[in-house]
């Protein structure tokens, strides 16, 4: 084979690993485990244990959410998890109807932030970070 060959070999597998690389979907981490969770709210800061369950269903990471809230209420909800991005759904039953808070964040190894939206009372920024058990 020639050295223009052989370049133009060197080139083309280079192009392959290069398009392989940026097809590859991001790593979903694990989140199930209890994080301290930490959400500002308009009575000030909310700061509670939050437990998460990570499965995979037909080709989705599917995340349970469980927390205590405000007057001995327990929060839960349901969402998904793609690479670092997580989000999910909590339906509160008030005297008043149904409330929904919609937690969206991303995940950082043992840390997640992101923001809630608390229906229309506007939104809302959280963290978390993963209790050692």
Known sequence: MHKK???????????????????QKPATP??????????QSPRG???????????????KNVIKFS???PMDMEMK?????LGAEMEWT????????DFQLLFKGKVDGEKMA???????FGTSPWTAVKKKV
């Open 30 to 39: 694990d989140v199930s485990g209890i994080w301290e969770l930490t959400m």
């Open 90 to 97: 909590v339906t509160i039953n008030t005297p008043n109807g």
């Open 67 to 69: 927390m205590p809230g």
């Open 114 to 120: 992101g923001e809630v939206q608390m229906g229309e």
């Open 5 to 23: 060959g052989l370049a133009l070999v060197g080139i083309l597998a280079g192009l392959a690993l290069a398009v392989f690389a940026q097809t």
């Open 45 to 59: 800061e909310m700061k509670n244990d939050a437990t998460f369950v990570q499965t995979k269903v037909e080709e």
């Open 77 to 81: 909800g349901e969402g998904t998890i």
